[in-house]
């Protein structure tokens, strides 16, 4: 899971500058990593996984993060989507997530 957030949190800078503020919040079934940074094009939402897929490559991009987010989500029996979050930026949804209870 470490990885899965440090790709999401690395994206979200990349994309949305130093300046951008990344939230995470519980869904029903799972959680969600938002950010307020320029958000990602209905159109384009599904080729963000594909691997090689970036729009930075002349910052570095290699087009693997996401890819390896979708990827981990898989793995381990999630589903991941992407949609808009509140503030106009990109909201990556995870469901199908077991929380353990405190005290367990």
Do not use: W
């Not at 209905?42 to 990827?71: H, I």
């Amino acid at each position: 899971m470490r990885h899965l957030f440090r790709n999401l949190f690395e994206n979200a800078v990349q994309y949305g500058g130093r300046d951008v503020t990344v939230r995470i919040g519980e869904l029903e079934d799972g959680f969600f990593v938002a950010d307020d940074g320029v958000g990602i094009p209905a159109a384009k939402r599904e080729d963000v996984f594909e691997v090689g897929m970036t729009t930075a490559a002349s910052e570095g991009g290699t087009g693997l993060g996401l890819a390896f987010v979708q990827e981990l989500a898989t793995v381990y029996g999630r589903s991941c989507r992407i949609t808009e979050s509140a503030s106009g930026g990109a909201r990556f949804e995870f469901r199908n997530v077991d929380f353990l209870k405190q005290g367990s």
